[in-house]
């Protein structure tokens, strides 16, 4: 008896752990298909295609409480209202589908939608146009089998990747990135017309993308998405567009965290969004605003990474695809909807051809006289066909007992005003439609074509592109965290670190910076920063270190050995390993280092070196120049200072640096500067050497060329500055409506010189470029006679003397000019001279020739 009810026990538990394994596959069956993951079809989640067939049954052109489409939703979504709400919001905020009326939220600020009651809602054209169509559209019932539901609306348009998509599932996941209406349609009729294309994300955030890594929205690609930061001022930046997923709020509780945490220094930051986003942030007089701006980037949620990962419902099965098959899947879904329309369409046409033709028959050859005596309906029938059959020859199908009982519903009105040229110009009217459709199939992938054309024409105005496409410099966060920790040292102990105040204060770093630490046995090692850590005793220098920085050169004496000779090199300390030792002196027991310096820009110093007494000694005191001294690598031995023993080493002179000017170059595509040669060569920097550049505004400024400076504006000359070389100009004046011209030179300071004295809508740039040789050939309109003025040919430096910045300049010629040329000196043969039309003065600024200026 006990054995049986052990087994019935293990019967029962058995049953149990097989009923959990096939619950668990249907609910994740359950939530992938019907919660989380979108149909690649019609691009909508099962809640969402809910909301818009409920949204369709309830359309008469005016607006409706969101809480009565939520509430006539529920009749076919198994869940409570809040979801459907939610949902709901997010597609209105959208701004495609769903025309809104109310407080919807502010996707800027993350602010909520206002409660159901108070919201409106309505389709737009567009949704009514494209997205719903019950003659093509297959049906189900709904949940609880009283109604019945759309299982894909039936959507003429890649509305998944305009939306976008999130979701999470069962096991898997789904992110589809929004991309642009208009690119859409174009890369649609690109894949029709058998043409490659791509396609990138697009958010109504705005902002900047770097789709370098995309991988066409597969899993494992990535996209960087960063706000938009442009300088005010020197101690102001402005946040004016935000990353994709990121709001207001988020981003300013990001930069305050990384403010607390000592990562960025910010005085104030206030919020001014309303319609448009406006975060500014004030900055302290002695922070480097293009280094702040990295740092954000670095630090906060200026910079977002997203990782698409692009997977769909295909036949009731989760498919993970890539954005150009998802859309050549949405183009081929679109192409055979309009078929199956216009197959719907040509076979009503027919139909009412087809009865047309039988009315006219009718009608026209008096049948329902035949049946006024006829008392049986069964003989009216019989009547009606014997009479109709001479003349359905022609006709396309066989006549019906349905279309003789249409013929006897004809009403006596209608047979009384029979006009027989309207029924013939109608079924004429008719037949011209049906030639059309028959054409439209025959000519399926031109009427697509057209039929997107016609969409874009309609709906696609104010869609533009809103998104910059970028690719981004990456940004070294050592290089760009502000130094934000005490750094310590116990020489004695061989302690470093930010816990000991009580020691000696070294410098401020940042908390993820390297430190180099010598030790007096020449042992050199790198360690992070951290509170406390043990390099050893007899610590000789400490440091900031910089990974793969060549311009840091260290000059070092070193004795070999406990009585060997002496040794001096330079070197860089690059290629190195966190808490790996790196001998530098020889590797024999009682090495020592003498003198070490360390020098940011490779500065070589000259010491005194005095011998300790010998007889053998000839000269006990002499200078050592470290400039003689050729750079090399930390391993080397270095070269002879003296056999005898050295008594001590001094300082007698500190240096200049011996490195070579630094070569720069401006990468037009990242729009920052390097060293490695990426793009165009500005020239060769050294010291307080700065760099031009003017707008097209006409503002000039001198920036440092430190690799930090950001460059977010178009600028016509982006050159190295010559101070001594003065620069002329040529403008025009919208207030005057004249040309002049100016040389002068620019001023040594940090701030914007404007070179027009004053900005006019009409006003541009003509010309900027240096004077020495330069002149302006000048060609003038026809008179009122059509007598064409000469050319006059003028020296630049003989026109006009050099003036001040902000003086106006001269009037280049009296009346009208019709084109300028500027030739240039005969060394300068590589700069092309240019000449461009200025009979229309109206072009606006940067709208006349723009010259490099160096």
Not at 554 to 571: D, H, L, P, Q
């Amino acid at each position: 008896m006990i054995e049986d009810n052990i087994n019935e026990e293990e019967d029962r538990l058995r049953s149990v752990s097989g009923l959990y394994k096939d619950w668990f596959l249907d609910y994740a069956s359950y939530v992938i298909l019907d919660r989380a993951i979108p149909s690649v079809f019609d691009g909508f989640k099962p809640v969402q295609r809910r909301i818009m067939h409920s949204m369709r049954e309830l359309e008469d052109g005016r607006y409706n409480k969101v809480a009565n489409i939520v509430g006539n939703t529920m009749k076919y979504h198994p869940h409570g209202d809040t979801s459907i709400t939610e949902a709901m919001v997010q597609l209105g905020q959208k701004e495609l589908l769903i025309d809104t009326q109310g407080n919807w939220g502010n996707v800027h600020t993350g602010d909520s939608a206002a409660a159901a009651r108070y919201i409106e809602a309505r389709l737009t054209p567009f949704a009514l146009e494209v997205v719903f169509n019950p003659k093509t559209t297959h049906w189900t019932k709904s949940y609880d089998g009283r109604n019945r539901e759309p299982v894909d609306l039936p959507v003429k348009f890649p509305l998944l990747l305009d939306q976008g998509v999130e979701g999470i599932g069962v096991g898997l996941s789904t992110k589809i990135l929004p991309h642009n209406f208009n690119e859409l349609i174009d890369a649609s009729i690109s894949c029709l017309k058998g043409k490659p294309f791509r396609l990138f994300p697009d958010f109504l955030t705005k902002g900047m993308l770097d789709v370098s890594e995309y991988n066409d929205g597969k899993r494992g690609g990535r996209v960087r998405a960063r706000a938009k930061i442009t300088k005010k001022d020197n101690h102001t930046l402005i946040i004016t567009e935000l990353p994709f997923s990121k709001t207001t709020g988020g981003i300013i509780d990001s930069i305050l965290k990384a403010n607390e945490k000592g990562k960025i220094r910010i005085k104030r930051i206030e919020d001014n969004t309303s319609d448009h986003v406006e975060i500014i942030i004030h900055l302290h007089p002695e922070v480097s605003p293009d280094k702040t701006i990295d740092a954000l980037y670095a630090f906060t949620d200026c910079q977002v990474s997203i990782s698409p990962n692009a997977c769909v419902i295909i036949g009731d099965q989760p498919t993970f695809s890539s954005v150009t098959e998802i859309l050549k899947l949405n183009t081929d879904h679109t192409v055979s909807l309009l078929k199956k329309e216009l197959e719907i369409e040509l076979e009503e046409l027919r139909e009412s051809w087809h009865f047309v033709s039988l009315e006219k028959i009718f009608i026209e050859n008096r049948i329902y006289r035949d049946i006024e005596e006829i008392k049986t309906w069964e003989e009216v029938i019989s009547t009606i066909k014997k009479g109709i059959s001479p003349f359905t020859k022609h006709l396309l199908r066989t006549v019906t007992e349905e279309d003789i009982i249409k013929l006897t519903e004809i009403r006596i009105k209608r047979i009384s005003r029979f006009d027989l040229d309207k029924f013939r110009e109608n079924i004429a009217t008719l037949e011209g439609k049906i030639e059309k459709v028959k054409h439209h199939l025959e000519h399926l992938i031109p009427y697509a074509i057209t039929y997107f054309l016609n969409i874009q024409k309609k709906y696609g105005k104010g869609k533009e592109r809103k998104t910059e496409i970028r690719v981004f410099d990456t940004i070294d966060a050592t290089k760009v965290a502000v130094a934000n920790v005490k750094y310590y040292v116990n020489y004695k102990e061989g302690f470093v670190g930010t816990s000991l105040r009580k020691d000696e204060y070294l410098f401020d770093c940042s908390d993820i910076d390297d430190i180099i630490v010598f030790r007096r046995d020449g042992v050199v090692q790198i360690v992070k920063v951290e509170a406390k850590t043990f390099v050893g005793k007899d610590i000789l220098h400490v440091g900031v270190w910089k990974k793969n920085d060549r311009r840091t050169i260290y000059n070092m004496i070193y004795r070999e050995g406990k009585n060997g000779a002496s040794y001096m090199k330079r070197f860089p300390a690059i290629s190195m390993i966190r808490n790996t030792e790196y001998p530098l002196a020889s590797p024999e027991k009682g090495s020592e280092i003498l003198y070490l310096s360390g020098n940011p820009n490779g500065e070589a110093e000259v010491v005194h070196v005095t011998l300790k007494p010998s007889a053998r000694v000839r000269k006990q005191k002499f200078d050592i120049d470290f400039a003689e001294l050729t750079i090399k690598g930390r391993n080397s031995k270095g070269n002879l200072v003296s056999k005898f023993p050295v008594r001590k080493i001094e300082l007698k002179k500190k240096g200049g640096s011996t490195l070579a000017p630094r070569k720069i170059w401006f990468d037009e595509t990242i729009k920052r500067l390097n060293t490695e040669g990426r793009g165009t060569l500005l020239g060769t920097f050294r010291g307080d050497d700065k760099i031009l550049a003017v707008s097209r505004r006409g503002e000039a400024r001198l920036l440092s060329f430190d690799l930090s400076t950001r460059f977010d504006e178009e600028y016509i000359i982006l050159e190295k500055w010559q101070p001594q070389e003065p620069i002329f100009c040529v403008y025009y004046d919208g207030t005057k409506k004249v040309y002049f011209i100016k040389r002068f030179f620019l001023e040594s300071t940090s701030g914007i010189q404007n070179i027009m004295p004053a900005f006019h809508p009409l006003s541009f740039i003509e010309y900027v470029g240096k004077s020495r040789g330069c002149k302006i050939e000048i060609f003038y309109p026809k008179d009122k006679n059509g007598k064409e003025k000469a050319p006059e040919l003028i020296s630049v430096e003989d026109f006009i003397a050099v003036k001040g910045i902000k003086a106006m300049g001269n009037q280049l010629a009296k009346g009208k000019i019709k084109s300028i040329k500027i030739i240039k000196p005969p060394e300068e043969t590589q700069e092309i001279s240019e000449e461009k039309d200025n009979s229309d003065p109206q072009r606006g600024v940067g709208g006349g020739i723009l010259g490099s200026l160096f």
